[in-house]
């Protein structure tokens, strides 16, 4: 049945660009946003069909991880490439500079998200916005699908204080249902001067589509996201390695799928763990972490070199996946083992709201708080905001 797949497989907004032929972007000068994800439906990267198109663009600025996905430490400036300037945005600069846009007629973003706040792609998107604002050029998104779906929402609203941190720079919840094209559009009503923004939507994408509806080619978005059930429980165990001496996997073969620390007793994890219907299970396990990185350099990961006895987590009912009941209860059982106020001072970071987080500490069932900033009215105003930015 692959005339069925081809039938419902989603088109980005860069397969959108290139029916036209790049029409959009013959005789501009322009800058392009991108890393190793801008890849269309056939898996060919961006760069390439601009070439192929005679339109290359004048600069290339890349996010985290660089332009291949494969950094796993700060990039600063201009990075190897010849002829077009490749300039990172993960370094002590996050944002393009003025003298960087000079003589550029917009620019253009094409970089795959995958739904939770503190993933660092939105923040390099929103700055990046904020920087095209200020040149008075357009910007244009080619949009991706979220693979969490259009439809999840969940979590707080962080800090008023945290937001603009780079792994907290929207006023969004933790699982934003949001798309890069819609997030733009969010954040460019917020702008006081704002920009000139044109998101090329995609066809054929519903917002209850997971990931694994969409029939794209997969492309691991960074070093340590390897897979779909990875993006599923990066809302959960994500929001943990902040903690000292804690890994969440990374540099073994299942990063956020494995979770552990010295300071952490398996079994009695298990015991603690409420058996709950949140669409994942936990069992004990042991993993090695790699002594070297994607770029076979050392590694700085904890527990570089060594094995751990650890934890297993797996989605195993999509029917019931709560990815924000799962954390909460993820903090409840680590405060048996791990004192609270550890728990708070640095979990804090990725979670966003304070309030809630010592609620949930404190005792209080994840559901219960849930109910409470749920009716809060910056919330219900959040609501509206992102109504207005939706595009499906």
Same mark, same amino acid.
């Given at each position: 049945?692959?005339?069925?797949?081809?039938?419902?497989?989603?088109?980005?907004?860069?397969?959108?660009?290139?029916?036209?032929?790049?029409?959009?972007?013959?005789?501009?000068?322009?800058?392009?946003?991108?890393?190793?994800?801008?890849?269309?439906?056939?898996?060919?990267?961006? @760069?390439?069909?601009?070439?192929?198109?005679?339109?290359?663009?004048?600069?290339?600025?890349?996010?985290?991880?660089?332009?291949?996905?494969?950094?796993?430490?700060?990039?600063?400036?201009?990075?190897?490439?010849?002829?077009?300037?490749?300039?990172? @945005?993960?370094?002590?600069? +996050?944002?393009?500079?003025?003298?960087?846009?000079?003589?550029?007629?917009?620019?253009?973003?094409?970089?795959?998200?995958?739904?939770?706040?503190?993933?660092?792609?939105?923040?390099?998107?929103?700055?990046?916005?904020?920087?095209?604002?200020?040149?008075?050029?357009?910007?244009?998104?080619?949009?991706r699908p979220n693979p969490l779906g259009g439809l999840l929402l969940d979590g707080?609203?962080?800090?008023?204080?945290?937001?603009?941190?780079?792994?907290?720079?929207?006023?969004?919840?933790?699982?934003?249902?949001?798309?890069?094209?819609?997030?733009?559009?969010?954040h460019n009503a917020t702008l006081p001067q704002p920009a000139q923004l044109e998101?090329?939507?995609?066809?054929?994408? +519903?917002?209850?589509?997971?990931?694994?509806?969409?029939?794209?080619?997969?492309?691991?978005?960074?070093?340590?996201?390897?897979?779909?059930?990875?993006?599923?429980?990066?809302?959960?165990?994500?929001?943990?390695?902040?903690?000292?001496?804690?890994?969440?996997?990374?540099?073994?073969?299942?990063?956020?799928?494995?979770?552990?620390?010295?300071?952490?007793?398996?079994?009695?994890?298990?015991?603690?763990?409420?058996?709950?219907?949140f669409g994942v299970s936990v069992s004990t396990t042991s993993f090695s972490v790699?002594?070297?990185?994607?770029?076979?350099?050392?590694?700085?990961?904890?527990?570089?070199?060594?094995?751990?006895?650890?934890?297993?987590?797996?989605?195993?009912?999509?029917?019931?996946?709560?990815?924000?009941?799962?954390?909460?209860?993820?903090?409840?059982?680590?405060? +048996?083992?791990?004192?609270?106020?550890?728990?708070?001072?640095?979990?804090?970071?990725?979670?966003?709201?304070?309030?809630?987080?010592?609620?949930?500490?404190?005792?209080?069932?994840?559901?219960?708080?849930?109910?409470?900033?749920?009716?809060?009215?910056?919330?219900?105003?959040?609501?509206?905001?992102?109504?207005?930015?939706?595009?499906?």
């Amino acid at each position: 049945m692959w005339w069925v797949l081809l039938f419902c497989q989603v088109q980005t907004g860069a397969d959108e660009l290139a029916q036209s032929g790049f029409e959009r972007l013959k005789g501009l000068k322009y800058g392009l946003i991108c890393n190793h994800t801008a890849v269309d439906r056939n898996g060919t990267h961006l @760069l390439r069909l601009l070439e192929q198109a005679d339109c290359p663009p004048q600069i290339i600025f890349t996010p985290e991880h660089g332009f291949s996905g494969l950094a796993d430490r700060p990039i600063e400036g201009q990075q190897t490439s010849d002829p077009i300037q490749l300039v990172s @945005l993960y370094g002590k600069e +996050k944002k393009p500079s003025v003298e960087q846009l000079a003589g550029l007629d917009c620019l253009v973003f094409d970089i795959q998200d995958i739904g939770t706040r503190f993933y660092t792609y939105v923040s390099t998107m929103s700055q990046c916005l904020e920087a095209a604002a200020e040149a008075k050029i357009p910007m244009i998104i080619l949009d991706r699908p979220n693979p969490l779906g259009g439809l999840l929402l969940d979590g707080p609203l962080p800090d008023p204080e945290r937001c603009g941190a780079f792994i907290c720079y929207l006023p969004i919840p933790l699982v934003h249902g949001m798309t890069m094209g819609e997030l733009a559009r969010f954040h460019n009503a917020t702008l006081p001067q704002p920009a000139q923004l044109e998101v090329v939507t995609l066809a054929h994408w +519903k917002r209850e589509m997971l990931w694994d509806s969409c029939g794209l080619p997969w492309v691991n978005p960074s070093p340590n996201m390897r897979s779909f059930e990875e993006i599923l429980l990066y809302p959960i165990i994500g929001c943990v390695e902040g903690i000292k001496d804690v890994s969440v996997g990374r540099g073994t073969d299942r990063p956020f799928e494995y979770f552990g620390s010295h300071h952490l007793d398996p079994e009695r994890f298990l015991k603690d763990w409420k058996i709950t219907r949140f669409g994942v299970s936990v069992s004990t396990t042991s993993f090695s972490v790699d002594p070297v990185n994607a770029e076979g350099q050392p590694s700085s990961y904890p527990y570089a070199g060594t094995k751990l006895n650890g934890l297993r987590w797996v989605i195993n009912d999509r029917a019931h996946y709560d990815p924000i009941a799962a954390a909460g209860q993820l903090f409840q059982t680590l405060a +048996k083992q791990i004192p609270p106020d550890q728990i708070q001072a640095t979990v804090v970071r990725w979670w966003g709201d304070s309030a809630s987080l010592s609620q949930i500490l404190a005792g209080q069932s994840p559901a219960t708080v849930r109910q409470s900033w749920q009716k809060n009215k910056d919330y219900q105003s959040f609501l509206a905001q992102r109504k207005a930015a939706l595009l499906y």
